[in-house]
């Protein structure tokens, strides 16, 4: 058996010199690695921050048309002629459908291969939360005519609709990464956000008790827990 010892003792120039280049190849490999991982970092932090850009802008227009929306109920539930308040009401109902048809650039229905096949294309599957915020107070706005009676209800509701479409830009641009840019990878998966759902659903429960007629679907505990499991299997 070789004394390792022994064998060390017995090298030579050669020797040495290999073993100090190939100490020097691993300590070069191993920073060369880390140099491209921080790279990589951030060329994707760019990516998502270029990314982020245009969806706050969305964002922040369809914060404002719908704090206009919160506005205008308000105004509805104390006017004393509300036939005033047809020409802006028309006005914000036509820009937040501009914004929530804007918004599927960014927030792509799921499940399109399950739902509303007779569709078109962006149409097909499941809104996402962030979408049913913008619509769901869409339709809240259409109610406030002349002739419909008034009260606190359509203003809280749209304020709802608000918080769930701050809260759901929130999770998707994440504005905290900034303080963890350095100490993640990003990662292509989608996080399940089921509180988003149950909001959606309860706000879709409400809007359809107060005005049945309008094109909402049933969404129950079923359908929260389907699109939960949906969001799961996309992740």
Known sequence: MYNIESVIAAWGVNEWVAVASAAVALISLLFNWAVVSRQTELQAETMKAEMDKDVLAWAHEAIDALSEGVWLARAHAAAANRALLTEPISKLSWRLSSLADRGRMFFPNLAPEAQGLDKPGAFQGYRPPVLDAVLFALYQVEQLTPTNPSNEQPMKFIQDCRRLLVSEVQ?????????????????????????????????????RMRYPDLPITERGADWIEEMERRMRRAG
């Open 171 to 207: 999770f998707a641009v994440d504005p905290r990464r900034r303080g963890r840019m350095l100490k993640r990878l990003m990662r292509g998966a989608r996080r399940t956000h089921a509180q988003g759902f149950r909001i959606a659903a309860d706000l879709a429960t409400n809007m």
